[in-house]
């Protein structure tokens, strides 16, 4: 069974500053792997997704990740935060057959401090 | 172009009485979703559709849900009767339901969901 786990609840950083957003995947199978973002109220947006092109995956608003095979990670970056940031982070896995099929993570919670 | 249009967006309800919800995917996306999420988790697939057919239904607790998707176009997702428990927000979402690896699901806003 696939799974994504994620580090950290709430992570706070200073405007300015690394955003890294912590994800790990469980797939038996080779995976696709996505990171969502969920504004206050409203529904999930696609930021970015790996489907076995390039490992490093370019999003919107500066987000980029890294798909670690060896370490089964997928942690999402941005290299300055900015406060429209903040926002709760899904990351979640489907089977590299399928798009159709995601499993979510528990999401983490991204603040910025001015 | 419009997005996944859902409604009402929120509900509030006394326990043991019927609620629905209603979603409007993208135009010409096949493929439907409906997702429940509780507070502080993600999103846990309810039923996906792709056209009219309930395709994957297994998550669906249907001795009190139930969904319809007719003429595959909108959706509909019923609770009858509501318990506290199910409070949450449900989301709707679609997808053109590619064969391909690079589908891609558009979400809703959600209908949040209060049972008193």
């Known amino acids: 069974a696939q799974s994504v786990t994620q580090l950290g609840s709430h992570v706070s950083v200073s405007e300015g500053a690394l955003v890294l957003l912590r994800c790990n995947y469980s797939s038996s199978v080779p995976p696709y792997l996505f990171w969502y973002v969920q504004y206050p109220n409203q529904g999930l947006q696609l930021l970015l997704k790996?489907?076995?092109?390039?490992?490093l995956v370019k999003g919107i608003n500066g987000f980029e990740a890294e798909f670690k095979k060896s370490e089964t990670s997928f942690h999402l970056t941005k290299p300055s935060a900015h406060m429209s940031d903040a926002a709760e982070y899904f990351c979640a896995v489907s089977e590299y057959s399928s798009a159709s099929k995601i499993i979510f993570g528990s999401g983490t919670r991204l603040s910025i401090r001015p | 172009e419009a997005g996944v249009v859902q409604s009402p967006r929120y509900k509030i309800i006394e326990k043991k009485q019927p609620v629905a919800f209603w979603c409007n995917p993208i135009?010409?996306?096949?493929?439907l979703y409906w997702y429940l999420q509780n507070l502080g988790q993600g999103p846990e697939l309810l039923i996906r559709?792709?056209?009219?057919?309930?395709?994957?239904d297994s998550q669906l607790p249907k001795d009190r849900f139930s969904a319809e998707r007719l003429k595959g176009v909108d959706s509909t997702l019923k609770i009858q009767p509501a318990e506290l428990g199910d409070s949450a927000v449900y989301l709707c979402?679609?997808?053109?339901?590619?064969?391909?690896?690079?589908?891609?699901?558009?979400f809703g806003p959600g209908t949040r969901l209060t049972v008193l």
């Open positions: 979402a679609s997808s053109l339901g590619l064969a391909e690896r690079t589908d891609t699901q558009y």
């Open positions: 559709y792709e056209n009219e057919e309930a395709v994957d």
């Open positions: 135009s010409g996306h096949n493929t």
């Open positions: 790996y489907t076995s092109a390039a490992t």
